[in-house]
């Protein structure tokens, strides 16, 4: 509002009458139109008197439409509520009202009246009306917030006769409060989301804070914490080194970062992080602030991840020496050559000091040493005259064969409390004997004798190297039972080939089995078909057929190194994509690419009939099933071993009353009949099969064979092997 308007003249009546003299005419007009601040006089009714351009600037209305009104009628309902609260609090209680923010919202540019009706009673001169291009026009486009204080107005007299408002425009100003507050927040938060703990020192390294949080974890008073801040409860080992660093960074005025360990609260000790810097203020530090991050979780996974790596190591070294075995024992031919191969890998797999390999004799009583009980030494080896352990001794060895288990003895003191004494045997003079390892030679589930392994210091066999022994041991078993067949010379070729069979098949409470293998002819020496069938140490029924190209002394070869890695690759991991990938790194390594060789390999648990399947380039399984017709697996069969292929299985059940034959190509395929049209007669073939022949598998078996080979000359082996679930008793 212009001077003219808002500022009387010198010796005028001021409020209720009042005379002013110049000065405070000078004052009052000066107030009303140069202060940056926005000044107002409401009377005891609420209605505004005077109020100048800052003021009306800052509620974005014209002054004429202050004039001689209630905040009611010009400001915002949510503001003028607000003025009149503290107008009325200011008239009843007589007192200032100091600090009170009020919010003016954003809005339009407010226009002036221009008939000059403003509201007037009276006691002091109206103001006339602005015109819209006054520059006093206020324009509140944008929210703003006015810290204002209300002062009681009195006259000479003391009568109250009014308030005086003083409005600073506070918007900047309580923005940058509510920055620094936001971002005081989201550090809280940051810290809080970050599990760090934060503690602040003086600049000599001292403490000034209370840090809570850090107490929290430590257990520590705050007496204590005051007296020895966060040093206090590092480790006893780490804490010269810690107070050595934390020395020179405080002197040096450089960062601190290191680890160490705290105790906590229970008394254990945990892992932390620090990082500490200076804050400086000119050319001087005025505290430090540090941040500790437990990372005892990292520690310990890290911890564990070393662990895992050295196990890993161990087992793939371990698995190693067993490829490296088999592949050494696919070589010897005789049981001397056998013993060598698997003392060597086993003394160098464990460190044993002395071992030794012992078979049963024909009559099962005695086991005879055939290997150097000391195989490094030099001049040194098996006994002339064969010495004999008895199978009844209280020995590691016999104990390992009667049983049927592996036989662990760390220390002296458990081999007394296994065997009742010492061990008394040919093995006695060595004396210096302090840990033991027996292990039982089992050929289709039977001994045949025992590997003993000893060490000259306490020693603790671990699962890992007990599982690896036990697989060592059962190659050591196909190896000797393999060169026992090779040294028995009036055996003839039908025989050899047999007796690289399963003898017997395992005998089942829930399933039935049965197996054919029928020569092309009397003639050939070896044959490459085999199938096999043995008990996982889980309990569990492993089942393989298989088919090596070629004929003679090579294809057995191949077919013994298969069968004997197998079972060696089973016995340490049992699932069927495993078995055939070490299988094709076996070949991979060792084989020639022109051998070509197949394998179906399943592991099935006999009681609920649940098992899983992987297939090498076989024929398909045949499934036959009293509900559903016949059929052969549509899964896809894989390729040979040996070829670049990511083995995959997969899981199948066989229910009560059905049957799965393995078979080799020889059973489908013949100079006359391809594979796809002798897979469609074998299946018709056994959809003709009488019930009572399905539900035997011996006759099931012959049927198959007897169908599948009349009228056709056999020029290949055939292999079949029938798994049948036979129905539950009433």
């Known amino acids: ?18 005379p002013m003299d110049a000065s405070d005419a000078a004052l009052y007009a000066t107030l009303l139109t140069e202060a940056p601040a926005g000044l107002a006089f409401f009377d005891r009714d609420l209605r505004c008197r005077r109020a100048n351009d800052a003021l009306a600037e800052l509620l974005g209305v014209p002054v004429g439409d202050l004039q001689q009104r209630r905040p009611g009628e010009v400001l915002p309902e949510a503001l003028a509520t607000a003025f009149e609260s503290a107008l009325r609090k200011v008239i009843d209680e007589n007192r200032p009202l100091s600090d ?22 009276g006691t002091a001169p109206a103001a006339p009306p602005v015109a819209p291009g006054d520059a006093s026009l206020a324009t509140a486009t944008e929210e703003r917030i006015l810290a204002c204080s209300w002062l009681p107005a009195k006259g000479a007299d003391g009568k109250h006769l009014g308030v005086v408002l003083t409005a600073l425009d506070v918007t900047e100003r309580r923005r940058a409060e509510e920055v620094i507050r936001r971002k005081e927040q989201r550090y809280r938060s940051l810290v809080e989301a970050s599990a760090q703990v934060v503690w602040v020192a003086a600049p000599d390294g001292g403490v000034i804070d209370d840090a809570p949080e850090w107490r929290a974890i430590t257990g520590q008073a705050p007496d204590d914490y005051e007296v020895g801040g966060w040093l206090a409860v590092v480790h006893p080992e780490d804490r010269p080194r810690i107070e050595a660093a934390w020395g020179e960074c405080v002197e040096e005025n450089r960062v601190f970062e290191t680890n160490y360990r705290i105790r906590t609260k229970s008394g254990t000790y945990r892992h932390f992080d620090v990082r500490a810097v200076p804050i400086w203020q000119g050319d001087a530090v005025i505290e430090w602030v540090g941040a500790n991050t437990d990372v005892t979780g990292q520690r310990e996974a890290e911890e564990m991840r070393g662990r895992l790596t050295e196990q890993l190591s161990a087992a793939a070294l371990r698995t190693a020496r067993l490829q490296q075995a088999t592949s050494m024992l696919a070589e010897a031919l005789t049981v001397s050559q056998v013993v060598q191969v698997i003392t060597e890998v086993g003394r160098s797999a464990i460190g044993a000091d002395y071992s030794a390999v012992a078979l049963l004799d024909d009559d099962k009583l005695r086991l005879s040493v055939v290997a150097p009980s000391q195989p490094g030494a030099e001049g040194e080896s098996s006994p002339a005259s064969r010495d004999a352990i008895k199978v009844s001794d209280q020995t590691v060895m016999s104990v390992a064969v009667r049983e049927s288990r592996p036989f662990l003895a760390e220390h002296p003191d458990s081999l007394r409390l296994q065997l009742g004494h010492g061990e008394k045997d040919l093995f006695a003079q060595h004396t210096e004997e302090r840990a033991w390892v027996g292990l039982p030679l089992l050929a289709a589930g039977a001994p045949i004798g025992a590997l003993r392994f000893s060490f000259t210091r306490p020693r603790e066999i671990t699962e890992e190297e007990r599982v690896f022994l036990e697989a060592l041991a059962g190659q050591c078993a196909l190896a000797v039972e393999r060169a026992l067949l090779f040294e028995r010379e009036h055996k003839t070729a039908e025989e050899l080939q047999r007796s690289l069979l399963p003898s017997d098949l395992p005998q ?52 013994g190194r298969v069968r004997n890695a197998l079972r060696a690759l089973a016995l340490n991991d049992p699932r069927p994509a495993a078995v055939l990938a070490g299988l094709d790194r076996l070949f991979s390594a060792t084989e020639d690419e022109e051998q070509f060789t197949t394998v179906a390999y399943a592991v099935i648990d006999p009681e609920t009939g649940h098992g899983e399947f992987s297939n090498a380039g076989h024929p398909p399984p045949l499934l036959i099933s009293p509900d559903t017709p016949a059929r052969v697996s549509t899964r896809e069969p894989g390729t040979p071993l040996g070829w670049p292929s990511e083995r995959q299985q997969t899981s199948f059940s066989i229910d009560t009353g059905n049957t799965v034959v393995f078979y080799s190509d020889g059973l489908v395929e013949n100079r006359r009949r391809g594979v796809d049209a002798g897979l469609e007669e074998l299946v018709a073939v056994a959809a003709d099969a009488p019930p009572e022949v399905v539900g035997d598998p011996e006759r099931l078996v012959d049927f198959l064979v007897d169908r599948m080979l009349a009228g056709y000359e056999q020029v290949d082996d055939v292999t079949v092997l029938a798994l049948h679930v036979p129905p539950k008793p009433a």
């Open 1 to 18: 509002m212009s001077t003219e308007t808002s500022v009387p003249h010198p010796r005028v009546s001021g409020v209720e009458g009042q």
């Open 100 to 121: 009170l923010d009020l919010v003016v919202p954003a809005g339009e540019p407010a226009t002036a009246e221009q008939d000059g009706t403003a509201e007037q009673d």
């Open 508 to 559: 089942l409470p829930g399933m039935v089995l049965a197996a054919r293998y029928n020569p092309a002819t009397r003639h050939v020496q070896v044959g490459g078909d085999w199938y096999d069938v043995f008990r996982l140490p889980d309990r569990r029924l492993a089942v393989a057929v298989g088919d090596v190209m070629g004929k003679g002394v090579l294809a057995a070869a191949g077919m």
